[in-house]
C-alpha cells in the first residue's frame, strides 16, 4: 500500500496484492497481481463536508468489505460475492449534511470490471443515517448497462445495510440485497435475485470473541450463480 499527501485537500492512496499460486498438476507456480484501490481523493477548499474520490475504490454499499481486517469473518458471505459489486473504477462523491445524514453518488464502469466492456455506465446513489451515535444505516440504489457491447441489459439494485453496537462487546451488522437484469428470460421478464446476511460479534475479553454469520441467497433464474 502507499499514500502520499498532494496538497491539505488532496491525497493519493494505491494498494496491490501479489499472490503465488501453485499450478495443478505439479506445474510451474504462477505469480497474480492485482490493483485493489488506486484514488485519488480531494476535499474541495471551503467545503469540508464535501469529498470527491476518483479512480479504483470500494462502493460504499454493504456491511462486508474487501479487506479482510476489516471484516470480523476469515470468510465473506455470498450476498458479497454474488448479490452485488464490491469494487468500481469512476468517481465517486459524498456530502455530508450533518452529523447524522450523508449522501453519496457514483459513476462508474460496471459491476467489478476495471475497463468497461460496453459504452453504457452505471450509477448509484447512497443515503447513510446515523439516528443515534451506535446505530448506522444504508440505503442504497444501483443502475446501469451490464454485459458485453452488443449483448448488454439493463441491470438494477436495491440494498440496505446495517451496523448497530448496543453495547462496547456486542455488534449487530449485516444487508439485505434485491436486484435484477431486465428483459434477459425468454420470456421477456427479468431475472431476479436476493438475499440477506447477519452478523453476530460477541468480545468476551481482551483477547477473545466469538463471531456467527446467517444468510440466505436466492438466484432462480441463475443470473449471478450461472445454476438454476
Do not use: C
Not at 481523493?41 to 462502493?59: H, R
Not at 455530508?96 to 450523508?102: D, I, K, R, V, Y
Not at 441489459?153 to 449485516?174: C, E
Amino acid at each position: 500500500g502507499l499514500f502520499r499527501e498532494i496538497t491539505d485537500h488532496a491525497y493519493v492512496f494505491g494498494q496491490l496484492t501479489a499472490s503465488l499460486s501453485a499450478a495443478a498438476g505439479g506445474g510451474e507456480p504462477t505469480t497474480e497481481t492485482e490493483i485493489d484501490n488506486l484514488l485519488v481523493s480531494v476535499i474541495p477548499p471551503g467545503a469540508s463536508n464535501l469529498n470527491l474520490n476518483f479512480g479504483k475504490l470500494d462502493l460504499p454499499i454493504g456491511f462486508e468489505r474487501d479487506d479482510e481486517p476489516l471484516n470480523f469473518l476469515a470468510t465473506t458471505s455470498f450476498n458479497f460475492e454474488l448479490a452485488r459489486p464490491v469494487k468500481m473504477v469512476g468517481l465517486e462523491g459524498t456530502w455530508t449534511a450533518s452529523p447524522h445524514l450523508g449522501v453519496s453518488g457514483f459513476v462508474f464502469n460496471g459491476w467489478d470490471t476495471d475497463l468497461d466492456p460496453n459504452h453504457g455506465k452505471s450509477g448509484g446513489l447512497r443515503v447513510e443515517l446515523l439516528p443515534r451515535e451506535n446505530v448506522t444505516l444504508g440505503f442504497n440504489g444501483l443502475y446501469g448497462v451490464e454485459g458485453a457491447q452488443g449483448a448488454t441489459n439493463d441491470r438494477y439494485l436495491l440494498t440496505f445495510d446495517y451496523a448497530v453496537q448496543p453495547s462496547w462487546n456486542w455488534v449487530i451488522a449485516g444487508e439485505a440485497n434485491y436486484g435484477g437484469d431486465r428483459k434477459v428470460l425468454a420470456s421477456g421478464g427479468d431475472a431476479r435475485w436476493g438475499g440477506g446476511m447477519l452478523t453476530l460479534f460477541h468480545q468476551f475479553t481482551r483477547h477473545w470473541g466469538f463471531a456467527a454469520r446467517a444468510e440466505v441467497f436466492r438466484d432462480a433464474n441463475g443470473a449471478r450463480t450461472g445454476a438454476t
